[in-house]
């Protein structure tokens, strides 16, 4: 069914979700608001903040409390994503990331041993967790990819490097998607954990940004690195299907995060169109203004319930791949769009660093990219409805 009927989705904000969101948007005004230009200018990974939100308990949020977590559903995670990138999108990033994507890979595919192993540190932010499955000639070619794994024995050797991973440098722990069949083969690769102390792995190039700058942004190296079978995760030949289950859920935390961007360029906007006179008046108060607030609003307000809508999905166990897909090519487009009209409405000034549209719009363009671009999610798209 193309069109969602609304007797199946009921979706309402509780008091457990409204302090979750308040918890989240207090923590991102007390630690991360007084920092985001400086850790923006430097490219900044502050690893004491990880370690505070750990704490706090937003680094495990789906993870069940046996394990160490939160044990929230999706609708808490997209609050606390949401709340946190309406301050500093690039925070938001590298925390989405390490929960939906290793976090996550181990919770949902690992055994019981790897589960007590690894994911009590990662939800506390002893670990901070990275996800490697891109390289450079297969960004969205994934069967193509160029990593090895290699049996020996009880062992796998790995090499190869993976680029564009959050974390790539400065994470504890990663799990990699690696090569042990033909290229092209949906079943030739498999996943391993790879902790940052086993030799041979290493981090090569940090990326220098244009946005999410505070995010860290690295190649991860391989060279002959040597892991036990003890740390594959699955059977041998299941990595790029566990991926793309990975990623299925990964698309709600970048809609999550692309909800908080367009949150945070529309309340930036909002104020200061009713702050800043020209002619007598707030500029608030010329149509050319209120009609760009009036669209960008209604967008968010889609946005958030479509996004809502692949949570309830989610948690219900019902297949995601279409909606999940939508979700995130909608809200990831709506940021693009709602930071763009934001400089608009801030004129001059919101060329600056002195406003915190300019660093928006910066960082917006990252949610068309990452976890799939906005292409990938069409073609997603296109191939549920045309299924059948």
Known sequence: MLFMNPTTFSYEASETLDLIAESAR????????PNVREWDEAQHFPLDLMRKAGELGFLGVLIPEEYGGSGLGYHEYIAVIEQISTVDPSIGLSIAAHNSLCTNHIYLFGNESQRSKWLPKLCSGEFIGAWGLTEHNTGSDAKGMNTTARKQGDSWVLNGTKNFITHGKSS?????IARNGEKGESRGMTAFVVE????????????????????????MVFDNCIIPD???LGEVGEGFIQSMKILDGGRISIGALSLGVAKGAYEASLKYSKERKQFGKPISSFQGVSFKLAEIATQIEASELLLHKAASDKIKGKNITKIGAMAKM???????????EAVQIHGGYGFTKDFPVEKFYRDSKLCTIGEGTTEIQKIVISRELLRD
């Open 26 to 33: 207090d923590f991102a005004l007390q630690h991360i608001k």
């Open 172 to 176: 504890h722990i990663a799990v990699v």
């Open 196 to 219: 940052r102390s086993t030799p041979g792995f290493g981090y090569g190039k940090k990326e220098d940004k244009l946005g999410m700058r505070a995010s860290e942004t690295a190649e």
């Open 230 to 232: 003890e740390n594959r």
């Open 330 to 340: 909608y809200t990831s487009e709506v940021c693009v769009k709602v930071a763009n």
